[in-house]
């Protein structure tokens, strides 16, 4: 009895105390999650769709980098398991096993709060505060029709180089099915040592960002030698206060971003804004963001900042895959796809999951355009993606995470 008092002390110990390394072996039983644990299996257990599970097991620990590795499979079933992170971050995609083989993943996770200092926060919006990107736990999601991990191993990362993305909602870490943005997906593509630090909001401007203490928090992360990249003018466009549009209040916060960044050691890319569907009769995209994409270039050209042409990428994007094709890259959907919806869903403007996973290959594609350094850590089964050669979406797994309700 004594013993087990020492070991549950212990255990307690190591959970409070930052820079701790964690080890859980998942073949032996866990406690739910509780804040006296801080560890174990965490949210209720239910479905995300019929016939699948869609397991949460979370960790509390410092804002930081992680280095997480994770041992799948199981010795007595066959398992299909995909990974995913914090608000639906991809780590590992579908996987199946057979019965009695493993297989063993290690990437860098960061997980974030809105506390930045003893007297400064994040101002996170109402919704946010129910986002597993926000919140106090490191938070592992493991999906599919017989999800099986058997280790989960976690440490302090604290050399990585952390790429940290600003911009709205087609960058946001999507907490609820089926929205899916391009920042939830391009975790999937790097090996430990790089990791994805999203701090994106749907609705925000560049100014809004900057006014929420967005980029405040992200330079208290930051180290020197990070990079931050920055997508932004779907918002901006639809500003009407005094000193708005592209050529002046836009250009102005761009370039704030720049000195802010560049003033802390950091290396900042800019992102030109994803295109709408929306095709003349012609079968062409017509452009919506007026002015904003050429003044992000304009500012960037001035001040020496690398571009990825998102913008133009969507577009090619679009079009190859042709009017009806395009929908099922974006949240289209007839009422009764998910549980609980009651109208269908025409959203031409924010992905699914196929959608911003072919996104996420773009931005990796302009990632390789800029030879950005970082990019030694891709993971070995990368291919070059072309936006005039979408993959097929009817080939595409994802697995609906049990987050999808509140949206619907």
């Known amino acids: 009895m004594k013993r087990n008092v020492l070991i549950l002390y212990l255990m307690l110990t190591t959970l409070s105390m930052s820079a ?4 859980f072996d998942l073949t032996k039983k866990q406690p739910p999650y509780s804040e006296a644990t801080g560890y174990g299996w965490d949210f209720e257990k239910g479905d995300a769709m019929p016939g699948v599970e869609d397991l949460y097991f979370s960790v509390r620990v410092p804002d930081g980098n992680y280095r997480v590795t994770l041992t799948l499979g199981s010795r007595r079933l066959a398992s ?3 990974v995913r992170a914090e608000s639906r971050r991809l780590l590992v995609e579908r996987l199946h096993l057979k019965r009695g083989k493993t297989a063993t993943y290690t990437f860098t996770l ?3 709060s809105p506390r930045i200092s003893d007297n400064q926060r994040v101002r996170i919006k109402p919704r946010e505060k129910d986002y597993l990107d926000w919140d106090d736990k490191l938070t592992l999601d493991f999906a599919g029709t017989h999800p099986a991990v058997s280790h989960i191993h976690i440490e302090p990362d604290t050399t990585a180089v952390t790429v940290f993305l600003c911009g709205n909602s087609t960058v946001v870490d999507q907490n609820n099915d089926p929205w899916t943005s391009w920042g939830q997906m391009i975790p999937r593509w790097f090996q430990p040592g790089v990791t994805i630090s999203n701090h994106a909001e749907s609705g925000l401007t560049a100014g809004s960002f900057l006014a929420q203490g967005r980029l405040d928090k992200i330079l208290a992360m930051m180290k020197a030698g990070d990079y931050v990249c920055c997508e932004f003018g779907h918002n901006d ?3 009407h206060m005094p000193g708005a549009g592209a050529w002046y209040n836009f250009s102005t916060n761009l370039k704030i971003f720049i000195d802010r960044v560049r003033a802390r050691g950091g290396h900042i890319i800019f992102i030109t804004p994803t295109q ?6 012609a079968g062409h995209i017509l452009e919506t963001h007026g002015d904003y994409p050429d003044a992000m270039r304009t500012v960037a050209k001035r001040e ?6 998102l913008h133009d990428m969507t577009r090619t994007f679009f079009e190859a895959l042709g009017e009806e094709g395009s929908t099922h890259a974006l949240v289209h959907y007839p009422a009764g796809t998910f549980p609980g919806q009651t109208k269908a869903l ?3 403007t924010h992905f699914n999951a196929f959608g911003a996973y072919e996104v996420a290959k773009m931005v990796m594609e302009g990632m390789q355009q800029l030879h950005l350094p970082f990019l030694k850590a891709l993971r070995a089964d990368w291919q070059p993606f072309s936006p005039t050669q979408p993959d097929d979406w009817k080939q595409w797994e994802w697995i609906p995470s049990n987050l999808y309700n509140s949206y619907l």
């Open 304 to 309: 020496g900042v690398p571009v990825i042409e």
């Open 110 to 112: 960061t997980k974030k």
């Open 276 to 281: 709408r569907r929306a095709f003349n009769s």
């Open 237 to 239: 466009q639809k500003e």
């Open 20 to 23: 701790q390394t964690f080890d």
């Open 346 to 348: 025409a959203d031409n």
């Open 80 to 82: 299909d398991t995909q």
